[in-house]
């Protein structure tokens, strides 16, 4: 038994030594055994050993063992010994130790084996220069260069990497507080070279009296779990960054901006000339010149290197290999650099492909409805990691979703070049925006772009904050399509003015085509006809009122991640004649996003309309997590299923309401007495005081005087009194009449006939509307502030 602990662990000062000679006379005593016993050596030395024994024992004692010792306190004690012969003299060395002490050892020295013999752990001890006195790691490990005895943090970590962790392991040796479970990246000084996520731990060492010794460090290597998250960043950055605009060139930009440096040291986006002027590639198999273009470059390093093409100059031809095919066949391709100059066989355009310091090239196709719009190809340079299979997987699907934002970008192009002019020029902007409503509106043709349809939406702001939201489909295809849309647009806009009730604005409507059909040739009657869905917003009472003439429901997601359709009920389609329309009226919280659209979108995501609305409904629920703005959710529903071909034109509009400031309305009722115009002037005039508005108090009053006074002297009461605060100042007064207000130029003599000319006057705008019982005089009034 080694109770000296060479190896074991018990430091020498613990070890008790005794010197006896053959007979067994006791003739040396250490301290560490007058400490052990509490005996001195006067009580020992010319005494027998055994006499120190608890129990009787034999003559002599076993070579080594455990045994029970009486202690100068009459307390027996157990220790471990071992019986040592010294040469050259008639003397035997006994050493002992506590059994307790002799055991602990045991279980240190079996500890640091267990660390130093494996490697799925790496253990390092390190003294106060932070210079490794023992490791496990000595022929490497991790995939990294091997930690040595003696060698520092330099000597295996890239100089930025050896400071941050030097700096770490620092901090542990000054204050003794242990570094758990820290994840540091890590790049290796020397070969083999490459990037590491460890998972590391370390605390401090002392000696028996407290002094710092060095620190142990711990690690576990947890680069795949880190590669796999920035894989899934990547992913993310990409899914959220490219596709967001209908520019081909921009798109490839946005492509290589997600490429470099997170995935590639350098990286460009080569286009066929067709995609960028809009048109269809042209379908090519094998190699030659396949009129690519350079569109978009990126290095990690600065400015793009001078030797390697540049954006806006042509792809030199690409001889004939199997590669190459792969690539136009719409698989993703991984080669180093000799087997890329080797392919190219050409030096010059070697000089032209492959980047100074590039040892690893990833090429994927962007690959859209069965053609090559072109390639993008990522490098990485210098010490980087070569591609590997999942890295080609994850550019294989970045490039897939690019080509379809490359593809929509050409596709937009093309339309905007050509028929699509006019169908845009007869639709609204895009976009619009309000304090509690923001909308945008998207139309995409039908596949080819050979028909010009009459899907139409419109957003059109009203009064007090209103906004009525229409979408509507007009029967057949081609400019006489297109045609009708113009003019149902325009009549829609101008009932909109009229704030008619959405199933009265249908009525009118339906009128107007029924004329339509008459005054057409019978060979276009197919084209006068529609089906349209009216909804109109009102953000002072949280509720949208809509009537549909023959056309599919909206969806409403609401702010909780749900989204379900609203329940219309459908009257006929517009032309039919003869039929009412019914007004339905539901809750929109803030939040909430409404999608109008028409049956072309449905066809992109299947047959069966039930199953498309539920999985357009999903899709209107699932992208919100991921896309922050309107444009790109509209986009991404716009793009369905990807499961048939897109026969008929699509429009969509998406509105998402906002709250109003809570104190952005006050309303107050009045009876039909003289005295509400004192109280409405007072009220008003509080209330403006409170708004920091007491620069147009004098004209509000005058507005509110004499929208009141008309109120109570031709309408009777209750008068309802609403004031709605925005970049303008909106006031309303509500009376039980029917009757249209009219504007009249008083005569000189006249002593009344002055109020509604002097609203005018002082009001930006003004108009009525009518409800269910009265109507609702509004004035619009520019604020001073």
Not at 148 to 165: I, M, N, Q, R
Not at 434 to 462: H, K, N, Q, S
Not at 698 to 725: D, H, K, M, Q
Request: overall charge negative.
């Amino acid at each position: 038994m080694d109770v000296s602990m060479a190896g074991g662990g018990v430091p020498p000062a613990e070890v008790a030594a005794a010197l006896v000679d053959r007979r067994g006379i006791v003739t040396g005593w250490s301290p560490a055994a007058e400490r052990l016993l509490q005996r001195s050596a006067a009580e020992v030395l010319h005494r027998s050993v055994l006499r120190l024994l608890a129990e009787p024992a034999a003559d002599t004692l076993p070579e080594s063992g455990e045994a029970g010792l009486l202690c100068g306190s009459g307390r027996v004690i157990t220790v471990r010994y071992r019986t040592d012969a010294l040469r050259g003299a008639a003397l035997t060395l006994i050493q002992a130790v506590a059994a307790d002490r002799a055991s602990d050892a045991e279980w240190d020295s079996a500890l640091a084996r267990a660390l130093l013999g494996q490697s799925r752990i790496g253990f390092v001890l390190r003294d106060t220069d932070l210079t490794t006195v023992r490791s496990n790691l000595a022929h490497g490990a991790f995939a990294g260069p091997p930690i040595t005895v003696g060698s520092e943090l330099s000597d295996v970590l890239h100089p930025a990497d050896a400071a941050s962790v030097e700096a770490g392991l620092r901090g542990v040796l000054d204050t003794g507080v242990p570094l758990a479970a820290h994840e540091q990246r890590v790049r290796s000084a020397r070969p083999p070279y490459g990037d590491w996520s460890l998972s590391a731990s370390a605390l401090r060492l002392e000696d028996t009296q407290g002094k710092p010794m060095g620190v142990a460090v711990l690690f576990t290597d947890a680069t795949k779990h880190w590669r796999a998250e920035r894989r899934r960043a990547l992913r993310h950055r990409a899914s959220a960054g490219i596709g967001g605009t209908l520019d081909p060139r921009t798109t490839a930009q946005d492509i290589v901006a997600a490429l470099v440096p997170d995935f590639a040291d350098l990286a460009w986006v080569d286009l066929a000339d067709a995609v960028i002027s809009g048109d269809e590639p042209p379908k090519t198999f094998g190699g030659g010149d396949l009129h690519l273009r350079r569109v978009a470059v990126r290095s990690a390093e600065g400015p793009w290197p001078a030797p390697l093409l540049q954006v806006g100059a042509t792809v030199p031809p690409f001889p004939d290999m199997p590669r190459v095919r792969e690539m136009q066949e719409g698989r993703t391709v991984v080669v180093d650099r000799a087997a890329v100059e080797e392919a190219l066989a050409d030096p010059a355009h070697a000089r032209l492909a492959v980047p100074d310091g590039g040892h690893s090239m990833a090429v994927a196709p962007l690959f859209a409805r069965g053609l090559v719009l072109g390639f993008v190809v990522a490098w990485r340079i210098g010490r980087s990691e070569p591609f590997d299979a999942e890295d080609a997987d994850l550019l294989a699907e970045i490039a897939a979703h690019s080509a379809l934002g490359v593809d929509n970008a050409r596709r937009y192009t093309r339309e905007h070049r050509a028929a699509v002019t006019l169908q845009n020029r007869l639709l609204p902007r895009a976009f619009t925006s309000t304090r509690v409503m923001e909308t945008t509106g998207v139309y995409v043709p039908a596949a080819g772009g050979a028909e010009i349809g009459g899907d139409w939406f419109d957003a059109i702001r009203l009064p007090s904050l209103r906004t009525a939201l229409i979408v509507g489909d007009v029967t057949g295809h081609g400019l006489h399509a297109t045609a009708t849309m113009g003019r149902l647009r325009t009549a829609v806009q101008t009932l909109a003015d009229l704030e008619l009730a959405p199933d009265e604005l249908l009525t009118h409507l339906d009128d107007l085509v029924i004329r339509l059909a008459d005054e057409v040739d019978p060979a276009q009657h197919d084209a006068v006809g529609a089906t349209c869905l009216v909804a109109v917003h009102d953000p002072v009472q949280g509720r949208c009122t809509m009537a549909s003439a023959g056309h599919p429901p909206p969806l409403l997601a609401r702010s909780d991640g749900r989204a379900q359709l609203v329940s219309v009920r459908p009257g006929p389609p517009l032309g039919v004649g003869g039929l009412p329309f019914e007004t339905t009226t539901v809750e929109v919280p803030p939040g909430s996003i409404l999608a109008l659209y028409t049956d072309g979108l449905l066809q992109r995501y299947g047959a069966d309309i039930d199953g498309s609305t539920r999985a357009l409904a999903d899709r209107l629920a699932r992208p919100r997590d991921h896309e922050d703005d309107l444009a790109s959710l509209a986009q991404a529903l716009m793009s369905g299923a990807g499961v048939r071909p897109q026969h008929d034109d699509a429009a969509l509009l998406l509105a998402r309401t906002s709250a109003l400031r809570p104190d952005a309305v006050a309303c107050w009722e009045f009876p039909a007495d003289p005295r509400a115009v004192a109280s409405s002037r007072e009220v008003t005039r509080g209330k403006l005081a409170e708004w920091g508005l007491q620069d147009d108090t004098f004209v509000t009053e005058l507005i509110v005087s004499e929208l009141v006074t008309n109120a109570v002297r031709y309408a009777g009461g209750p008068v309802g009194l609403c004031l709605i605060r925005d970049d303008v100042l909106f006031c309303e007064v509500t009376d039980p009449s029917n009757t249209q207000p009219r504007m009249r130029r008083a005569r000189t003599t006249d002593e009344g006939g002055r109020g509604l000319f002097l609203v005018a006057q002082l009001s930006r705008r003004w108009g009525s509307r009518y409800g269910q019982t009265g109507k609702t005089i509004w004035v619009e009034q520019e604020l001073s502030v």
